[in-house]
């Protein structure tokens, strides 16, 4: 489907989360594939199963609760799914690592942040010595736009864009081939998200590496975002380039996203919300999840989950009218 | 640091002059006259009212406070009524015995609880997770007097093993610092567990396992010393217990301590002793919570900034 | 295991019958099989304490010299002490004593205690500065010592040594009541409240007690163990209840002087002590796991 090769592929996962109140349908059949050098949008909304979908790449959910039921995480040819924990634990922080939510919690409180990068990067450099480590930290930091002498401080002496760079700088400190990026800007100020976004787009560039970006923010997806997945309720329910998501949104859902983002272009703007909420993922409705808040259902979709359709290249959707 | 340590040593001496006055009051209204349970039924009025005399029993109660302050202040804590002893002297003599126990005590108590928590936390409803837990409640529910009875009845009486009561030797700490650290033990278990629970499940848990930390490591470096800080206050407030658990289980193994000390004095009025005593155990109780209090700072960074 | 949460949580505000708060705390008690271990040893204790008349096989104050320091037989269930009085029956009456001990002590000092918070949190300024200087001076004593002094002071007895252990833990509610006051007080509900008018009073019951009553609660139950506990270390060093009343730390108390020979007379009474303290303890557990679903694991 791309003229590049693919540096993740997702068959099939399916991940859910056992708990004493029933069974949540966290992740269910998701397929997602990841270009070389390229950057993913994965959008949806909160509980959509974003976070669980990356965090099942690099196999670190919470488990129990958490179980992967089927299928392949396929990284440099190779599934992760399949490895053992000391062969995971190589790739985590190394070929894959990421940037949390919260860059507030993220850190350790009684670590100094110097020590903190330099934690990966002797993990996974079993033969530097401490002091070139710390060097190559220090490195990090004023990479990310903070000034070495801060190395020996702690987290809570750091602002949050400046611990969210920190945390950057951490996740790029072993030059990783897949950078994770969940909802990386959410919890900053909007001035300082710009800030951010550029930092990660710069550094991105300078290591071609290659990004997921998880967010709810449709703008972020436009700035950075070569290729878009629509996430909702645990399934994929449209991907595409970001030419195809942005100029001809198939999937009522996407429609929907979109018709929520003002537009300043125009005089009068009615922002259109979708109705309802978010499906209790415990108890999904049957056929096709978006149905009960679809304009366009039909009987149809209250029975059949509809399959994906590749509508033109490289552009899936799952519904069963288009 | 130093400042903060100046000030709060500064602010002990107010508490400690408030536990002198509630004890001396206390005292002052315990009703029995000291002299009468000294002399004995065949003494004299005149022999009495001498012996009042001597003791400064006579006098208000303002009177009597003031000359106890005047005397503290020159480090005097009266007379022993029984054996005639600078009360300070018996302190001497008998605080270094009990602080060996609490100290003990303290050690054996954090050995096993932290040990007990950290695993029990790991390994969370595991069977080692369920029996600990339960064995930390049956401890924390434990009267110590009565685990000290059962103890000496097994481990002195029936196996003679271990001696069962006095102070001659470390082999004589046994039983009482079993006595004394095991609900303490529990209680560090317990308050470790729910400690490292909570720590495991911070965001800053699953950075670390992001970057490809080994679990122990994980364990050992980054939720230990985050999980500690509760624990440590836990273990604070456990010493004031150890000293006050002391009371009971230095009578029970005849420990010559502070405890034992405090206990035979009440029951004989001889109030200059339980005075100091008391005053000693609150003043080393406050001396211990400074020290957690300093603790923490030298484990969270986030309170060393504040003490300035 | 957030992202779970929120899905219950929210899957919960969707379901139409919405269970009241009590209701929802109940239910996550009942589930909770330590919570419902220590709610069952309670009952058996209450009953045990209540109809101490009728179960009671003696008169647990009857002696019989001819049958003293029997060990346990059919006839007598934990063996006799050393007056030949009928241990089983004596600790079925000392139920009694635990029960109350442990009930007024802590429900005096939560009153008091709570007071005083409220008033040192609610005030703040000098008053707050005079209440918090005391209770430093009440917690600098280990608890066991201000106890038996007063009880020194008062005298031995049910009543002192309900008063004795009252005042002791009377500072560890004042720090409870004082801390969630502080954090409450700049809620902006009590805000509301005030600019509607209410009154101080009115706000301290009707809006700030209903939220800090959970570790109230909490500290409560754990408390009447440890009052329960209290009371028979007391006793135990004979400044507490005296013999002849059939309380189980002075019970032990007497044992210890048979302890080689007649065992029994210090197992059982510790056992019972140990009963009591585990329920209530657990049950303690069970209803923080409830009141706090956050800090359940």
Redesign the interface.
């Known amino acids: 489907m791309n003229e590049h090769t693919n540096l993740l592929e997702i068959k099939d996962l399916t991940v859910h989360y056992v708990t004493v109140d029933g069974t949540v349908h966290a992740v269910e059949n998701l397929n997602l594939t990841l270009p070389e050098g390229k950057t993913l949008g994965l959008v949806g909304e909160t509980g959509a199963g974003k976070t669980t979908t990356v965090k099942a790449i690099m196999q670190i959910l919470p488990d129990p609760p958490a179980k992967i039921l089927t299928g392949e995480v396929i990284f440099c040819g190779e599934d992760l799914l399949k490895k053992n924990k000391k062969s995971m634990r190589k790739i985590r922080g190394k070929q894959i690592s990421m940037i949390f939510q919260d860059p507030m919690t993220s850190l350790n409180p009684v670590i100094t942040v110097g020590e903190q990068i330099m934690e990966v990067i002797r993990l996974h450099d079993k033969k530097i010595s401490k002091k070139d480590a710390y060097t190559k930290a220090c490195e990090m930091l004023e990479l990310v736009g903070i000034k070495a002498d801060r190395a020996g401080d702690y987290p809570h002496q750091f602002s949050g864009g400046m611990k969210q760079r920190v945390i950057i700088a951490m996740a790029l400190a072993c030059n990783p081939r897949l950078l994770i990026a969940d909802e990386p800007t959410t919890a900053l100020d909007v001035t300082i998200q710009a800030q951010v976004l550029e930092l990660m787009r710069k550094l991105k560039a300078k290591y071609q590496t290659s990004m997921i970006m998880i967010t709810h923010d449709l703008g972020i997806v436009a700035e950075i975002c070569d290729y878009v997945a629509v996430m909702y309720a645990g399934e994929i329910v449209e991907y595409g380039n970001r030419e195809q998501l942005f100029h001809r949104p198939s999937h009522p859902y996407t429609k929907g996203l979109f018709a929520c983002i003002p537009n300043l272009m125009e005089e009068e703007t009615t922002l259109i919300p979708i109705e309802g909420m978010t499906p209790d993922p415990t108890n999904l409705p049957t056929g096709c999840r978006f149905h009960p808040r679809c304009p366009y259902a039909t009987e149809e979709c209250s029975k059949t989950n509809p399959a994906s359709k590749e509508i033109e290249n490289g552009h899936h959707v799952k519904c069963l009218h288009i | 640091m130093l400042k903060y340590i100046g000030r709060r040593l500064l602010m002990m001496i107010p508490v400690m002059l408030g536990v002198i006055l509630i004890v001396f009051t206390l005292m002052y209204i315990t009703p029995g006259d000291p002299v009468d349970t000294l002399l004995g039924d065949d003494a004299t009025p005149e022999m009495a009212e001498q012996l009042r005399e001597e003791l400064g029993l006579n006098g208000t109660y303002i009177e009597r406070l003031g000359k106890y302050l005047v005397n503290l202040a020159h480090g005097d804590l009266g007379i022993c009524y029984s054996t005639k002893q600078p009360v300070m002297d018996r302190i001497i003599q008998t605080f270094p015995n009990s602080l060996k126990l609490a100290g003990c005590s303290v050690l054996l108590s954090v050995a096993i609880g932290l040990t007990l928590g950290i695993v029990s936390a790991v390994k969370q409803y595991s069977l080692f997770d369920n029996i600990a837990m339960t064995l930390a409640m049956i401890g924390n529910a434990m009267p110590n007097f009565w685990q000290g009875l059962l103890l000496m009845l097994l481990f002195a009486l029936h196996w003679k093993i271990l001696p069962a009561s006095g102070f001659d030797g470390w082999t004589y700490m046994i039983l009482p610092a079993i006595t004394i650290g095991t609900s303490s033990a529990a209680a560090v278990a317990r308050m470790t567990r729910s400690s490292m629970l909570e720590v495991i499940r911070q965001d800053y848990i699953t950075t670390a396992e992001a970057k490809g930390q080994t679990e122990l490591k994980i364990i050992i470096f980054h939720a230990l010393k985050n999980a500690l800080i509760p624990v440590i206050t836990t273990i604070g407030i456990q010493f004031g217990h150890l000293l006050g658990g002391a009371v009971l289980t230095e009578s029970i193994f005849a420990v010559p301590g502070v405890g034992k000390m405090m206990v035979d004095a009440i029951k004989a009025r001889n109030y200059p002793v339980v005075q100091g005593g008391v005053l000693m155990v609150a003043l080393t109780f406050s001396l211990v919570n400074l020290a957690v209090d300093i603790l923490y700072a030298f484990v969270d960074p986030r309170i060393r900034s504040q003490y300035k | 295991?957030e992202?779970?949460k929120?899905?219950?949580s929210?899957?919960e505000a969707?379901s139409i019958k919405k269970r009241s708060q009590v209701k929802e705390v109940w239910r996550r008690f009942c589930r909770n099989k330590q919570a419902m271990v220590g709610m069952c040893m309670l009952l058996l204790l209450i009953f045990a304490a209540i109809f101490a008349d009728i179960i009671a096989p003696y008169d647990p104050v009857e002696q019989d010299i001819i049958n003293r320091l029997k060990p346990p037989s059919s006839a007598h269930w934990f063996g006799t002490d050393e007056l030949g009085r009928d241990i089983f029956s004596r600790i079925l009456y000392g139920s009694r004593i635990s029960l109350t001990v442990g009930l007024i002590a802590v429900g005096l000092s939560s009153i008091v205690g709570c007071a005083l918070g409220a008033i040192a949190g609610y005030y703040g300024g000098v008053l707050d500065n005079i209440i918090m200087?005391?209770t430093?001076?009440?917690m600098?004593?280990?608890?066991?010592?201000?106890n038996?002094?007063?009880v020194?002071?008062l005298?031995t007895g049910l009543q002192n040594v309900m008063i004795a252990i009252g005042i002791s833990s009377v500072p560890a509610y004042c720090r409870i009541m004082r801390a969630s006051l502080l954090s409450l007080k700049e809620q902006e509900f009590v805000d509301a409240s005030r600019a509607a008018g209410a009154s101080d009073v009115h706000i301290i019951i009707h809006h700030i007690l209903p939220n800090s009553l959970a570790p109230l609660i909490v500290q409560a139950t754990l408390k009447i163990?440890g009052a329960i506990?209290s009371c028979?270390?007391m006793s135990?060093?004979?400044?507490g209840i005296v013999p002849p009343t059939p309380e189980w730390?002075a019970m032990?108390s007497t044992?210890?002087d048979f302890?080689?020979d007649a065992?029994h007379l210090?197992?059982f009474?510790?056992m019972a002590?140990?009963f009591a303290?585990?329920a209530m303890?657990?049950m303690g557990d069970g209803l923080r796991d409830a009141l706090d679903p956050k800090?359940k694991?």
């Open positions: 295991m992202k779970t929120d899905l219950t929210s899957s969707g200087r005391c430093d001076v009440l600098a004593i280990p608890s066991i010592l201000l038996i002094s007063i020194a002071a005298g163990g506990l028979a270390s135990f060093i004979g400044l730390g032990l044992g210890r302890l080689r065992p210090t197992a009474p510790g002590i140990m303290v585990f303890n657990l800090l694991n």
